[in-house]
């Protein structure tokens, strides 16, 4: 079997990161709204629930999105020429 090359598998990992994040961010920013009772999002879930996923999605959206911005700017500095 052919070996795949850094760049297809660095294109998978930011795909996936994406993929990843998308719904992850949203779902961080209505706990955000549920907890500060915002645009109704209370009715949605109290202060607490909101309070709790918030807390538990805070680590899992930083690490997913330093993971996909490295790698996009990574491949934006090779698109540019910084990098050969």
Request: hydrophobic residues 50%.
């Amino acid at each position: 079997m052919a070996r795949r090359s850094v760049h297809w598998t660095l294109q998978k990992i930011n795909r996936i990161s994406g993929y990843v994040l998308f719904p992850v961010i949203l779902v961080f920013m209505v706990s955000g709204f549920g907890m500060t009772g915002n645009y109704g999002f209370d009715r949605l879930l109290s202060a607490e629930t909101g309070r709790q996923i918030h807390q538990t999605l805070l680590w899992p959206v930083i690490g997913l999105f330093f993971i996909h911005s490295l790698v996009s700017w990574y491949f934006a500095f090779r698109r540019w020429g910084w990098i050969k």
